[in-house]
């Protein structure tokens, strides 16, 4: 089994940054594909980025391309979020996920952490 916890959520001003981290315990996840997902009230949760076991590879929702970038330090066990230019849009609560595969298939995803909030005014 694999516990995911994420943290750096906040309140933070439209224009602002923030870095999101997600702390893996249980055992390694350095070969697993890592994604942060989020959703929003009264929405479905939706893929944010993606990146690949060894951090090679990367994916963003194109909502977010240009804005956001996603990392991994699998010494630490940890993959990161961090987001720049935030809009109201952003607003959501955000979750990490671990999958045996770089994917886009939320299915495919089997831990996923308890979420942290992001909350961006305007």
């Known amino acids: 089994q694999v516990q995911l916890v994420e943290s750096g959520g906040g309140l933070v001003q439209a224009g602002g940054s923030l870095r999101l981290s997600c702390v893996a315990s249980?055992?390694?996840?350095?070969?697993?594909?890592m994604g942060w997902f989020r959703q929003a009230p009264e929405k479905e949760r939706e893929l944010v980025a993606i990146?690949?076991?060894?951090?090679?590879?990367?994916r963003y929702a194109d909502s977010v391309k240009g804005r956001f970038t996603i990392s991994r330090d699998n010494a630490k066990n940890t993959v990161y979020l961090q987001m720049n230019n935030l809009k109201p849009e952003d607003t959501a609560v955000y979750y990490c996920?671990?999958?045996?595969?770089?994917?886009?298939?939320?299915?495919?995803?089997?831990?996923w952490g308890q979420g942290t909030q992001v909350t961006v005014s305007s």
């Open positions: 996920a671990a999958s045996g595969r770089f994917t886009f298939a939320t299915m495919s995803y089997d831990f």
């Open positions: 249980g055992r390694s996840v350095s070969s697993s594909g």
């Open positions: 990146i690949s076991s060894a951090g090679g590879m990367t």
